[in-house]
T-cell receptor, first 111, second 115 residues
């Protein structure tokens, strides 16, 4: 199976919270990342969490990590239409190492 | 973070030709990588660009098809050789900056269409 898995689509109403989920397989993951890709653009690093943490909050973004279940989530509070994009989960297994990506979750925000 | 530029931003090429993509960074870089994103797919690592030496390729990618140069710390090129329609993808460089070793940043990508 894939190293990193995500659901492909999520739709929410403007103002609601969005939760994007990700599972990974490698227990040696050191950092886990969330990237945002808008149409026609590259990947924007949104946030990341070290594997010995279980939560990280950054303004409207909250990352939760359950290392036992190898489950990562990204919560976006007060979702706006500008948040519509593809969100990629990724993991690294060493500092300076390559990233392993999920297939991305297409988030659509309805006004 | 850093400013990462890629040239060209997009191109349409004929089968059998080659295209060289440039990646330039405005900060000190430790690691540089080249990824491919095929339509509707995730990102796949092509190779790690090593400064002053041969790149390290992932399984399924070879130097003859994807030659890579990295003459200095902040610049790298990826060539897609003898192109076929299956090479139509977005090609992205990514970097790890000195002083922020856990963060990896991506260039805007080069959208390649092979006809």
């Amino acid at each position: 199976g894939e190293d990193v898995e995500q659901s492909l689509f999520l739709s929410v109403r403007e103002g609601d919270s969005s939760v994007i989920n990700c599972t990974y397989t490698d227990s040696s993951s050191t950092y886990l990342y969330w990237y945002k890709q808008e149409p026609g653009a590259g990947l924007q690093l949104l946030t990341y969490i070290f594997s010995n943490m279980d939560m990280k909050q950054d303004q409207r973004l909250t990352v939760l990590l359950n290392k036992k279940d190898k489950h990562l989530s990204l919560r976006i509070a007060d979702t706006q239409t500008g948040d519509s994009a593809i969100y990629f989960c990724a993991e690294s297994r060493s500092t300076l190492g390559r990233l392993y990506f999920g297939r991305g979750t297409q988030l659509t925000v309805w006004p | 973070s850093a400013v990462i530029s890629q040239k060209p931003s997009r191109d349409i090429c004929q089968r059998g030709t080659s295209l060289t993509i440039q990646c330039q960074v405005d900060s000190q870089v430790t690691m540089m990588f080249w990824y491919r994103q095929q339509p509707g797919q995730s990102l796949t690592l092509i190779a790690t660009a090593n400064q002053g030496s041969e790149a390290t390729y992932e399984s399924g990618f070879v130097i003859d098809k994807f030659p890579i140069s990295r003459p200095n710390l902040t610049f790298s090129t990826l060539t897609v050789s003898n192109m076929s329609p299956e090479d139509s993808s977005i090609y992205l460089c990514s970097v790890v900056l000195a002083g922020a070793l856990e963060e990896q940043y991506f260039g805007p990508g080069t959208r390649l269409t092979v006809t």
